[in-house]
Nanobody
């Protein structure tokens, strides 16, 4: 499974960005797709995950501002980010796994894309 993320960039606080991540390769039966983010010197944190049943999980810090969605026909997951704050600045990574939401929340994701940088200026 290969994951290609796009859509990062520079945006002012209060603005919006939409990230996209397209999977390729053996994507059949992929259940969970999602986004994590990382800032220098810190661990990579979950942002949002969606599985094939429609279940989702969001970090508390983005709930109500970010929305994850999927186009299963295109093996693509999106992250709509609204009302961005400076603390949302990070490298965002797309991830995927054959496990469902409960499984990946316990065990993490197996497949990772290269990150895309989001910078929010205040």
């Amino acid at each position: 499974v290969q994951l290609q993320a796009s859509g990062g960039g520079l945006v002012q606080a209060g603005g919006s960005l939409k990230l996209s991540c397209e999977g390729s390769g053996n994507t059949f039966s992929l259940n969970s797709m999602g986004w994590y983010r990382q800032t220098p010197g810190k661990q990579r944190d979950l942002v949002a995950i969606s599985d094939s049943t429609g279940s989702t999980n969001y970090a508390d810090s983005v709930t109500g501002r970010f929305t994850i969605s999927r186009d299963n026909a295109k093996d693509t997951v999106y992250l709509q980010m609204n009302n961005l704050k400076s603390e949302d600045s990070a490298v965002y990574y797309c991830a995927a796994d054959y496990g469902r939401l409960a499984y990946v929340l316990r065990n993490g994701m197996d497949y990772w894309g290269k990150g895309t940088l989001v910078t929010v200026s205040s």
